[in-house]
C-alpha cells in the first residue's frame, strides 16, 4: 500500500481562521498546506486541495483568491454572512451558498457555508452556529475510492452532510411539540406554552426558507453542462434533492401540528375561562339569595310581624338554606358546577 507523502519542509503555525488544509492525490491525504502554497499543489496533476476555514478575514480570503483566482463578487459574499441559498457560475469555478442549522439552548441557531469549487481546489467558508465539517473530511478520508472522484465528490458531501444535520433539528422540535400537546390535551398547558408554540413555528418557518432553495441549488447541479461536475455525481446530487423534499415536508407537516397544537391551547383556554365564568355565576347566583334576605331585614322596618314570632329568624334560615341548595343542584346538574 503506498504510504503518504509528507511535507519535505516544516510548516508555520497554522492560522486561527483556517481549520484545516490538505492536499489529496488518488482519493489520500498527500500533505499538510498552508495557504500560500495552495494554488501549486491544485495545479499539480490528479490533485486535490481541500482548504475549510471559519470566519476568515477579508485580508485571507484575498490570498486564497490570489492562489485560486477567485471572482470579486464571490469573496465580498464569502466575507459577509446572512446570503440565501445558491448555486453562482464565474467561468470554471462554481460559488455555493447553503444554511446551516443546529439546536442551541432549544431554539434554531443558523449558519452558512459558503463554498468555492473548481479544477483541483474546494474551500468551504463557515460562519455562525455550524456544525464541524471533521466527521466529514474523516468519512471522505475513509473512503479513497470516493475521494478519488475529486471536488464534485467533496461538494457532494459537505452539500449531504448539511441536508442531514436538518433532520436531528426537526426530530427535536418534533418531541417538544409532542410533550405541549399532552400537556394541552391533559388541560395543564400554561401562557408559556403558547408562546413557545409560536417560536417554534417561527423557527420552522426559518428553517423552511433555509433548507428549501438548495432544492434549486441540487437541481442545477444534477444537469450536465457545469464546471467540474461529472456526470457519475449527478444521481448523488439528486439523492440529496430528495433528502431536502423529505426535510420540506417534514417541516410542513409539523407546522400543520404546531397551527392545530396553537389553536387547540387557544381553545382549551377560552373554555377554561367560560368553565370558570359559568362557576362564578352559579356562584353569585346562590349567594344573591342570603344577600337579598339580609338587605331587606337590614332596612328596619317598624312593622314587621316576623320578628315578633319566636320561630321567625329559623325560618328565615331554613329558607334561605332551602333556596340556596335547590340553586345549588340545579347548577350542578347542568355542569356549572
Known amino acids: 500500500m503506498d ?5 519535505l519542509h516544516p510548516l508555520p503555525a497554522r492560522e486561527s481562521s483556517v481549520v484545516a488544509a490538505a492536499a489529496y492525490a488518488g482519493g489520500r491525504r498527500v500533505a499538510e498546506i498552508m495557504v500560500e502554497e495552495a494554488g501549486e499543489w491544485s495545479r499539480r496533476p490528479g490533485h486535490v486541495v481541500w482548504i475549510g476555514l471559519h470566519e476568515p478575514s477579508l485580508e485571507l480570503l484575498r490570498r486564497l483568491q490570489a492562489e485560486f483566482g477567485l471572482h470579486d463578487l464571490a469573496i465580498e459574499d464569502a466575507l459577509k454572512a446572512h446570503q440565501r441559498p445558491k448555486l453562482e457560475q464565474y467561468g470554471d469555478a462554481l460559488f455555493v451558498v447553503a444554511r446551516t442549522a443546529q439546536m442551541l439552548d432549544g431554539r434554531i441557531s443558523f449558519g452558512e457555508t459558503h463554498l468555492f469549487v473548481g479544477h483541483g481546489y474546494v474551500v468551504t467558508v463557515r460562519h455562525g452556529a455550524s456544525t464541524s465539517y471533521t466527521p466529514v473530511r474523516e468519512r471522505c478520508e475513509a473512503s479513497p475510492k470516493a475521494l478519488l472522484e475529486g471536488e464534485d465528490f467533496i461538494l457532494y458531501a459537505i452539500l449531504d452532510f448539511i441536508v442531514d444535520n436538518y433532520m436531528p433539528v426537526i426530530e427535536t422540535i418534533q418531541a417538544e411539540v409532542e410533550e405541549i400537546e399532552d400537556c ?56 440529496v434533492s430528495d433528502h431536502i423534499r423529505r426535510v420540506q415536508e417534514e417541516i410542513e407537516s409539523l407546522r400543520e401540528v404546531l397551527a392545530f397544537a396553537f389553536e387547540t391551547s387557544l381553545m382549551t383556554g377560552q373554555a377554561q375561562q367560560t368553565e370558570i365564568t359559568r362557576k362564578l355565576a352559579a356562584w353569585a347566583a346562590i349567594l344573591a339569595v342570603p344577600t337579598a334576605v339580609a338587605g331587606i331585614y337590614g332596612m328596619n322596618f ?15 334560615l331554613v329558607m334561605i338554606g332551602a333556596f340556596c341548595s335547590v340553586l345549588y343542584w340545579r347548577f350542578r346538574r347542568n355542569h356549572w358546577l
Open 3 to 7: 504510504q503518504p507523502i509528507k511535507s
Open 184 to 239: 394541552i390535551l391533559a388541560e395543564t398547558s400554561t401562557q408559556s406554552h403558547v408562546r413557545r408554540l409560536y417560536q417554534l413555528r417561527r423557527d420552522l418557518l426559518r428553517l423552511r426558507n433555509a433548507a428549501v432553495p438548495l432544492v434549486e441549488v441540487c437541481r442545477r447541479l444534477e444537469q450536465p453542462g457545469l464546471p467540474g461536475i461529472n456526470a457519475s455525481m449527478q444521481p448523488l446530487f439528486r439523492d
Open 302 to 316: 317598624e312593622h314587621m310581624p316576623e320578628l315578633q314570632w319566636r320561630y321567625g329568624y329559623l325560618l328565615v
